[in-house]
C-alpha cells in the first residue's frame, strides 16, 4: 500500500526546464521528510534535494543549488522538484523517497521509494 509514484522525466534541451512530481500514499507521506536522489550512468546514487514537513524549510547539494526548487503539497500529498537551466550533467534517473532523517544524504535514512523517472538533457 505505501507507495511513491514520480512522473515527469523526459528529454529536455539544455538550458530547458522541466517539474518532476511524486505522489504518495498518505501513510507514507504524512509527518515524512521528502527527498529527491539521482543516479546517473555508472555512477552511484547521489543526493539532490531535501524538504521537511512542517516547515518546509528545503536543502540542496551545491550541484543543484539555484536552479532546482523543491516544494510539496501536503494537502495533495505530493513533492515537486522544479528543474531549470538544465545541464547535460543532470542527466540522470530521479528518484524520490520518503524518511524520518530530515536533510539526510544517505540513501539508507529513508524508508519508502519511487520507481524513478529518466530525466535526459541534449547538448
Known amino acids: 500500500q505505501v507507495q511513491l509514484v514520480e512522473s515527469g522525466g523526459g528529454l529536455v534541451q539544455a538550458g530547458g526546464s522541466l517539474r518532476l512530481s511524486c505522489a504518495a500514499s498518505?501513510?507514507?507521506?504524512?509527518?515524512?521528510?521528502m527527498a529527491w536522489f539521482r543516479q546517473a550512468p555508472g555512477k552511484e546514487r547521489e543526493f539532490a534535494a531535501a524538504i521537511s514537513w512542517g516547515s518546509k524549510s528545503t536543502y540542496y547539494t551545491d550541484s543543484v543549488k539555484g536552479r532546482f526548487t523543491i516544494s510539496r503539497d501536503n494537502a495533495k500529498n505530493t513533492v515537486y522538484l522544479q528543474m531549470n537551466s538544465l545541464k547535460p550533467e543532470d542527466t540522470a534517473v530521479y528518484y524520490c523517497?520518503?524518511?524520518?532523517?530530515?536533510?539526510?544524504?544517505?540513501?539508507?535514512?529513508?524508508?519508502?521509494w519511487g520507481q524513478g523517472t529518466q530525466v535526459t538533457v541534449s547538448s
Open positions: 498518505g501513510r507514507a507521506f504524512n509527518s515524512y521528510a
Open positions: 523517497a520518503a524518511g524520518r532523517v530530515v536533510f539526510s544524504v544517505r540513501d539508507n535514512d529513508y524508508d519508502y
